[in-house]
Structures are given as C-alpha cells and as structure tokens.
C-alpha cells in the first residue's frame, strides 16, 4: 500500500509568481486535505476535496485554489504569490469526509522571495 | 470559532519518564480528536484517533483520553525514549460542514539521553 506523496520537495519562487502542488492519495482514498504551516506553528485548513468538489475551505482567499482528479490526486494552485504564502504545504487523504484517520504526505516546502 | 491550545509548549525529559501532554479546545462539537506526531521539517504521523463517544485510546507506549464536555485531552507517553523526540500536535474535528482538522501550536518533545 501507497502512503500519501506530494512533489516537489522544495520550492522557491519570487513574488508574484504562480506555483503548482501535487498531491497523491493513499490507495483507496477519496477525500483529500490542504493545510498551510508556517515556521513554528500548527497547519492551517486550506480546503478539503471530496469525490473531485471542493468540500469545506479554510479562511484563505481565493488565490489558494485545488482540483480534485478522477484517481483522486490533487492539486494546489497559488497565484500571485506573496513573502507570507512562504511554508510547509501539507495534502491529508482519508477514507472518507469526516469523522476518518487523516494520513499526511511528507509536505512540499515553498519559499517565496 | 473553534481554538485549540497545547500545554507545555516544550518539553525536555530525561530518558525513561513518564509524561503527559495536554490539549484543550474550545467548541466540543467534534466528531473525533487526533494526535499527531512531526519530525523537524517533515509532515505529520498519526498516533491516535479518538472518536466523540470514546474515551480513551492505546497504541503501545501511548494512551490519549478525551473529556469532550470539558473540552480537553490528554496524551500520555510511557517510559519516553530519545527517539519520542518531536512535536506532538492535537486535532479536533468539527463537524461544521468543513470537517477539518484545527491545530494547536504543539509541544516540543525532548527526551535526553
């Protein structure tokens, strides 16, 4: 069985730029999480993604935008990047939408400049 | 709003004591509590899930209780090792129509040789 990857590792990007996250589920899993951690901190809810529609969103404007694939892979999109968007990105896949053990991949690491 | 908040938040122990997390949260609508353990730069492993009508779990050396009506939970690690070394971090789930996981801060984990 497959645990949760994401890519790339690491990212840096200037300000302004867009950038593109990737995230597979674990076998199986059709729910899908994105969560924001900045340095020292707790991860932040981004949005959730369930069946390939977005599920519930986190307080984070609409330049944080996902997709949802058929094979249940996911997508983090964010454009016109700014110095703060700089954190550990994190993409969750569960069994199901609510009330299911959450398993994280490794996290893509985004520096912005 | 839910919020969520990890007591001590550092920890540094000498080898083979037994010790106790704490986590209190504020909205006890929740469909379950999770820990989470996260090395340096890494992402998140699941140590124990604890459903709303539960209350408590064992995995090995750990136990987590749960008192949802106050709002608390507990993780108790027995006869730490240096490899327990890490932030531990609680998640409720709120079963708001997000049904996402909100993050304390966590507790930073040290167990000397």
């Known amino acids: 069985e497959t645990g949760v990857t994401q890519s790339p590792t690491h990212l840096i990007k200037t300000r302004g730029q867009q950038v593109t996250l990737r995230c597979s589920s674990q076998s199986g899993h059709n729910t899908v999480s994105w969560y924001q951690q900045a340095l020292g901190q707790g991860p932040q809810f981004i949005f959730q993604y369930y069946r390939e529609e977005e599920n519930g969103r986190g307080n984070f404007p609409p330049r944080f935008s996902g997709l949802q694939f058929p094979n249940y892979s996911s997508e983090l999109n964010v454009n016109a990047l700014e110095l703060d968007d700089s954190a550990l990105y994190l993409c969750a896949s569960s069994l199901a939408r609510e009330a299911d053990t959450q398993y994280f991949g490794p996290g893509t690491r985004l520096t912005v400049l | 709003k839910q919020e969520v908040t990890q007591i001590p938040a550092a920890l540094s122990v000498p080898e083979g004591e037994n010790l106790v997390l704490n986590c209190s949260f504020t909205d006890s609508a929740i469909y379950n509590l999770q820990w989470f353990r996260q090395d340096p730069g890494k992402g998140l492993t699941s140590l124990l899930l604890i459903q709303s009508s539960q209350r408590e779990q064992t995995s090995g050396r750990l136990n987590a209780s749960l008192d949802k009506s106050s709002g608390r939970s507990t993780l108790y690690i027995a006869a730490s090792q240096p490899g327990d070394s890490a932030t531990y971090l609680c998640?409720?789930?709120?079963?708001?129509?997000?049904?996402?996981?909100?993050f304390g801060s966590g507790t930073r984990l040290l167990v000397r040789p």
């Open positions: 998640a409720p789930e709120g079963v708001d129509s997000s049904y996402k996981l909100i």
